[in-house]
């Protein structure tokens, strides 16, 4: 069929009958038998997205190895001229590469919604000049490459940590290309390319040299200063800078840039394939009519933009073209066309029932069919493949099997090595799809096993660490910090003062009374950043004064007496005989494989500890913190199969009825192939239903019983109770705390927390309190898009409108109760077709469950809301939220309000909206910019995580502890409590020593090294704190390769830092240079070796030690700094013995 209609001599075919699956399957053998572009166009983005990833699989399993291009989706853009707002970063992106690949022919089939076809274009000679490749020996000028870059969308920013940033360090140029998985570092001599090597974005070192690169662009108009600045010209805006960017601004891009071309003459003879004809006509309908709804406020006609269909399809008349229909009736073909129907079955849905699948598989093979079985991960192919095995069906791995397939999936395949009627294959294939007249059936992945609305997608690696990483010193003037010895202070700046023959670099802390203090940046060791547990103003030291001392004091005996309960607890625990039970079982292995999402590290690595927990003969209690949506509740639900797999019967106890229904849908949701029965306890059930499920509890008839405090009733019984999960233990009563205490003495217990925690706090409390963190955010969340607007009725319709005709939900903050529903009626009526509601924190209990439960189960569109209404909901479905007078809250507040959007792999947008009558405070217009600016998960949110982590330390602690924290700082609080854990686990606490070492040594990082001040504070942080010698060596290559060959001064800070920390183990206070030799100070409690000191006074020359305690070494008075650094090693070594 397919040779047939590549070879019809008419210009326009059709081809009827075709699913969505059968579609992609025929395109790409269409390509295979012509070898000709093929540009597909389709009525949503959505059909492209599914019919783009169909072809991607298609591509692999028939084309690859053939020369042929990997398929290429080019989206539409989400937003439209005259809403004032610029399209979403990733899909801007997304099509400046794919017009770049389809212009420079690198492409064998492109898919693009109408929306994206009526796009009015450039020729494909202005795209091809978007991309840069570059090579080892290549001439460019740094200055050129960094414009060529700024004018592509790519954004100068150290470090490079996300796609479109680069940096430059002297003859080192950073830069993150699009599409790419790492970064890559260039190295110049003079203009020349000297070396290209990939880098690690989380550690900053090289990790892969490589020959040549290709920096693919971010923007497809480029945006030079000049043209931004003529742009702001004709649009004579106030809000509008010369030279920058501004909302919108590229649909003011064709009055200077005119667009007179289209995407289809971007590539070289293609066969055009129309995607359901009428749905294409009616989509672009759709589209004009709403252009020309906003023509008045678009900054171009909308033709100078788009194209009319009808101009669209009149174009080319001798081109190729081809219909695909799902349905064929009659009267649809044209003069000319040569109608082929081809008979396609959707695939039966199994809902895992795999009997059935594997009884319709033997059927069809009977048949003379061949049949596919489509897997979307590795742990589904091998989940398959040991229920294929179960059922004696043989099966071969993939279409052949190739040196790549593991070997212990190989041994399962029955007839792996000859030919296989029945097929096991890695691929995203959803819906599958019979053909009766090529005796062949897919059956999909999402026939087999359902699957939840967003599936998980490939997605290109993430920083695992990128959200809760703090920086070593992310200072700004103004921030306050902790010195280790005259306690908090405000950070004043730099400065450089002369000492002599050298200039020393000093940071300068301002105390109480306005008394400055000037640390020498070489004693940076004795500098942490100030984080309390709230955003207010801690009160600031006195210098040289008593209560920092004291306070230190205070704090840590409060804390000993907290610790102590801790560790009782701990020990009674050890003390109790629990169930041990067995280890995992094959049914574990399956129900772990059928997870559709993959498993971050954090996940597996929790489940592991929470195993090893639930094995040990003791009870269990341990904590599982992280973020909403980064996966709790499958680790607990893997943990209460382990349960089950034994007999057990598991408990799931939540704060609120919404939250324990959405658990209760969760589990059923995930259990629903296994023999489990489930059951909840909550209001929403009836007394007698209720009544029910409590006997059937007491008979052992219900395996998972899921409810709110009602499961810690005297009248609840479990015959053989084996796990309790509860989630956010901190929100309960204090009677159910304390029932809570007296059931984790018998009962393995799982407790989840959705606020975040410090690692460094959860290292501390190890051996106190059992915890388990998860900090890698899904792979597959997309970036949240942010934008900051002046409150604007039109763009509130605009953007509750575009989220609802995709099929998504909004949530709209605004946090007054007194007008939440005059503004809920502005809302209907900007938006009458939307389904507005109304939630607050002054609503009853069950009437605001109601309404969470209605907008849960897409009973509303539109939730108007406040700040405190249930923080703990997952939605995927909510992907827009609004923010009315967003400058009234903190970057943390701001951040877990738009933390509640882009939990699913769909774009999601932020709208922060400010009054257009107010002036923004400083502070307020900062926050909103770092919001904006840092629109991707991790990056600069860092401050704002960690602010949110400090809340989760203090919730985990307890008030009392919350404000001790806030008090001295957390980093001075958890070595506290790192303290009081070691002494009371026995463990010997030596003095903490901070050396002093003066010796005259020019041993600072010039500002032409690295020219950055945060950088280089951050620097000088980093080696202060470096420690160990290998990770002092590490650090140095790892200045080197990001800043080149490092300075001898700078090589000395190193030396002289490693000689510091031997000094401070030594218990040296301070080491000074005198005349022709050094006096060195013990501390008081130093436990340097007496024996060792009197042989090094001995066996040195002019060596003595003073009544006064002082250790008077000579040395070479000529000696090089960095022969002077080895001499001065080479005695504290002596000492250290």
């Known amino acids: 069929m397919v040779r047939r209609l590549a070879h019809e001599p008419t210009t326009r075919s059709m081809l009827g009958g075709l699913t969505p699956t059968a579609k992609a399957l025929y395109l790409t053998l269409l390509w295979e038998n012509l070898e000709q572009p093929i540009l597909v166009v389709t009525d949503t983005n959505r059909t492209a997205e599914i019919l783009h990833e169909l072809l991607e699989t298609f591509h692999g399993l028939l084309l690859a190895g053939r020369g042929a291009r990997p398929p290429v989706h080019i989206p539409a853009l989400d937003v439209l001229p005259g809403q004032g707002l610029s399209p979403h970063t990733e899909i801007k992106a997304q099509r400046a590469v794919g017009l770049f690949r389809l212009a420079s022919g690198k492409c064998s089939i492109a898919v693009t919604p109408v929306a994206s076809a009526l796009l009015r274009t450039e020729g494909a000679a202005a795209y091809r000049q978007l991309a840069l490749a570059l090579r080892q020996e290549d001439e460019i000028a740094m200055d050129d490459l960094a414009s060529h870059l700024d004018s592509i969308g790519y954004e100068k920013r150290e470090p490079v940590e996300m796609e479109g940033e680069y940096s430059i360090r002297g003859g080192i140029f950073d830069v993150f290309p699009a599409e790419a998985h790492r970064p890559i570092r260039i190295e110049f001599f003079g203009d020349t390319v000297e070396s290209l090597r990939r880098f690690d974005p989380e550690t900053q070192r090289s990790v892969l040299k490589v020959e040549e690169v290709t920096l693919l662009p971010m923007e497809e108009t480029p945006r030079t200063r000049d043209f931004l600045r003529r742009l702001a010209e004709l649009m004579q805006a106030d809000d509008v800078v010369p030279g920058e960017t501004f909302p919108g601004w590229e649909f003011a891009a064709p009055l200077l840039r005119p667009r007179n071309d289209s995407i289809e003459n971007l590539i070289e003879k293609p066969i055009l394939v129309w995607d359901e004809p009428e749905a294409l006509k009616v989509a672009a309908e759709r589209l004009w009519k709403r252009l020309e709804g906003l023509a008045e406020q678009s900054p171009c006609p909308p033709d100078q933009v788009f194209r009319h269909w009808g101009e669209f399809q009149a174009q080319h008349p001798d081109r190729r073209e081809i219909e695909l229909r799902n349905l064929s009736l009659e009267g649809d073909t044209h003069a000319g066309d040569a109608p082929l129907e081809i008979r396609s079955q959707p695939g039966m849905a199994f809902r895992n029932n795999m009997p059935a699948a594997v009884s319709e598989a033997r059927t069809l093979v009977d048949k003379g069919y061949r049949v596919a079985f489509f897997a979307a991960a590795q742990g589904e192919v091998e ?33 792996a090595m000859q030919t296989a009627s029945v097929y096991l294959i890695q691929g995203q294939v959803r819906r599958g799809v019979t053909l009766p007249e090529a005796q062949f059936a897919l059956i999909g992945s999402e026939d087999l096993f359902e699957a939840s609305d967003y599936a998980a997608q490939p997605a290109r690696a993430r920083s695992h660490v990128a959200l809760f990483t703090p920086e070593s010193l992310d200072l700004k003037i103004g921030d306050y910090v902790v010195h280790a010895q005259h306690g908090i202070g405000r950070f004043t700046g730099l400065r450089q003062i002369s000492g002599g023959d050298t200039m020393e670099d000093f940071m300068v802390v301002e105390y109480a009374a306005e008394s400055k203090l000037y640390v020498p940046l070489t004693r940076l060791d004795l500098i942490q950043k100030y984080r309390g547990a709230n955003e207010g103003k801690p009160s600031l030291d006195k210098l040289g004064g008593v209560t920092w001392a004291k306070t230190k004091s205070r704090v840590k005996a409060k804390m000993r007496d907290m610790a102590e309960e801790l560790l009782k607890l701990y020990a009674e625990r050890k003390m109790s005989e629990g169930y041990a039970f067995s280890a995992d079982s094959n049914w574990q292995r399956e129900f772990e494989d059928a997870f559709e999402y993959s498993a971050t590290r954090d996940q597996l690595q929790a489940v592991t500890e929470i195993k090893r927990d639930m094995e040990s003969p003791h009870p269990m209690d341990r904590l599982l913190c992280g973020d909403v949506g980064f996966g709790k509740t499958e680790v607990a639900m893997r943990a209460a199969f382990k349960a089950l797999g034994d007999g057990k019967q ?88 304390e029932r809570l205490k007296q059931m984790k003495k018998s009962v393995d217990v799982l407790t989840m927390s959705a606020t975040p925690i410090p690692r460094t706090l959860h290292m501390s409390l190890l051996g106190l309190r059992d915890m388990s963190v998860i900090e890698t955010p899904p792979k597959d969340r997309l970036a949240v898009q942010t934008v900051v607007a002046k409150y604007n009725p039109d763009l509130i319709k605009t953007a509750i409108e575009q989220e609802v005709q995709r099929g998504g939900q909004v949530y709209f903050v605004h946090n007054r109760v007194d007008s939440i529903w005059t503004r809920a009626a502005t809302i209907q009526e900007l938006v009458p077709g939307a389904r507005v509601t109304v939630g607050h924190g002054q609503m009853g209990e069950t009437e605001l469950e109601k309404v969470l439960l209605s907008f849960m189960h897409r009973g509303a569109d539109v939730f108007v809301c406040t700040t405190i209404v249930e923080n703990g909901l997952d939605i995927p479905l909510a992907n827009t939220i609004i923010i009315e007078n967003a400058q009234n809250y903190g970057l943390s507040e701001l951040y877990q309000l738009r933390g509640r959007v882009g939990r699913s792999n769909r774009r999601a947008y932020a709208y922060l909206m400010v009054p257009t009558d107010v002036d923004l405070t400083e502070v307020a217009r900062k926050r909103l910019a770092a919001l904006k600016e840092f629109s991707d998960l991790g990056a600069g949110f860092k401050i704002a995580a960690l602010d949110l982590e400090l809340r989760g330390a203090g919730n985990l602690l307890g008030g009392e502890q919350h404000g001790h924290l806030a008090v001295v700082g957390y980093e001075t609080y958890v070595k506290l409590l790192d303290e009081t854990a070691r002494e009371l686990r026995g463990e010997t606490v030596a003095p903490e020593v901070h050396s002093s070492l003066n010796l005259g040594l020019d041993i600072r990082i010039p500002t032409d090294y690295i020219a950055d001040e945060q950088q280089r504070l951050k620097a000088y942080k980093r080696i202060a704190d470096a420690g160990d010698p290998a990770k002092a060596v590490a650090l140095l290559q790892e200045l080197e390769d990001r800043y080149g060959a490092a300075p001898e001064s700078v090589r000395h800070l190193v030396e002289f830092s490693q000689l510091k920390t031997m000094a401070a183990r030594c218990g040296i206070e301070a080491i000074d240079r005198r005349g022709g030799g050094v006096n060195i100070k013990f501390h008081p409690g130093s436990a340097v070796d007496p024996h060792a000191l009197m042989r090094l006074v001995s066996e040195t020359a002019g060596a003595q030690f003073t009544p006064a305690g002082i250790l008077r070494v000579p040395l070479d008075p000529a000696a090089a700094p960095g022969v002077l650094l080895v001499q001065l090693r080479a005695q504290i070594e002596g000492l250290a013995g």
């Not at 993939?398 to 040196?403: A, F, Q």
Request: hydrophobic share 45%; glycine share 6%.
């Open 650 to 737: 598991v408990a799931v106890l939540a704060p609120t009825t919404v939250l324990a229904l959405q658990h209760f849908e969760t589990f059923q949701k995930r259990f629903q192939a296994f023999p489990v029965r489930i059951e909840m306890l909550s209001r929403f059930r009836s007394p007698k239903e209720t009544k029910a499920v409590l006997a059937d509890l007491k008979a052992g008839k219900v395996d998972v019983v899921v409810g709110t405090h009602r499961i810690l009733s005297k009248d609840l019984e479990f015959p053989d109770l084996g796990l309790l999960v509860v989630d956010e233990e901190q929100r309960f009563g204090v009677a159910h705390k």
């Open 383 to 415: 989940r398959l493949a040991d229920i294929l095995g179960e059922y004696s069906l043989p099966f071969q791995l993939g279409m052949e099997l190739t040196g790549s397939t593991p070997q212990y999936l190989a041994d399962r395949a029955y007839m």
